[in-house]
């Protein structure tokens, strides 16, 4: 099974998946907005345990306060896949996985590139 853990405690360079978060409606419709839901996966950029953590989601980095890193939880991306039976295989932990551009977008971007030409 998958361990779920405050997001405050997690390490530089992990990869995790958003469960829950226990605090403000206000910062969680925040989060919401900028499409860190339940389920999310993200990439923690800086955590010194002093400073607000940074985080990156797809192209995004986002900084989280302290105080609401401790409310949300969240599990290591592999470990949620082990708990499913899956293995780690089914979770890139690549960041560049996440890229919200589809492969066919960037190739109509680069034909389009050569139609000016």
Do not use: W
Not at 14 to 35: H, N, P
Not at 62 to 84: L, N
């Amino acid at each position: 099974m998958a361990r779920r853990s405050r997001l405050s405690d997690a390490s530089e360079g992990d990869m995790l998946i958003l469960q829950r978060y226990d605090g403000d409606s206000v910062f969680q419709q925040r989060l919401q907005e900028r499409g860190l839901g339940p389920g999310s996966i993200v990439q923690v950029l800086r955590n010194d345990r002093k400073n607000p953590l940074i985080l990156k989601s797809g192209e995004t980095r986002i900084a989280v306060g302290r105080e609401d890193a401790m409310h949300m939880q969240a599990v290591i991306a592999t470990d949620a896949a082990q708990g499913e039976g899956r293995g780690p295989s089914c979770v890139s932990t690549r960041p560049q996985a996440l890229s919200r551009t589809p492969p066919r977008m960037i190739r109509r971007r680069s034909h389009a590139r050569r139609a000016r030409r």
